[in-house]
């Protein structure tokens, strides 16, 4: 006996997976999804190592605010965040080596 499922969520949550995130917008593109909040930190987290920028992280005040402020974008109000994170990213050129950070947020 086949089931005949009719599988299509209106949300679908999941961490920062590229592939996953392709396939969740090509198959469930009814969908909306969302991302919890420590897979997206943990996301920033990782383009920071990746980076080869721990150490600066670690060691720089400024840099390490910067970072947890981009961190913070999803925890403002909506209507704030998107200009907000245009305020951030124009105060980049202080940190040109962050500019890979940023990638995850797009």
């Known amino acids: 006996i086949q089931m005949k499922l009719d599988f299509a969520p209106k949300i679908v949550m999941s961490d920062f997976e590229p592939a996953l995130m392709g396939v969740v917008k090509t ?15 943990q996301a920033i987290y990782r383009n920071i190592q990746r980076l080869g920028l721990c150490t600066i992280y670690n060691y720089d005040d400024d840099v390490k605010h910067f970072c947890r402020q981009l961190m ?14 245009d305020e951030l990213s124009d105060g980049s050129p202080r940190f040109p080596c962050l500019n890979g950070v940023f990638m995850v947020c797009l």
Do not use: G, K
Request: net charge negative; glycine share 0%; proline share 10%.
């Open 72 to 85: 913070a974008l999803p925890l403002l109000p909506e209507p704030v965040i998107e200009d907000t994170y």
């Open 27 to 41: 198959e469930f593109s009814a969908a909306t999804h969302s991302s919890c909040y420590f897979h997206f930190t």
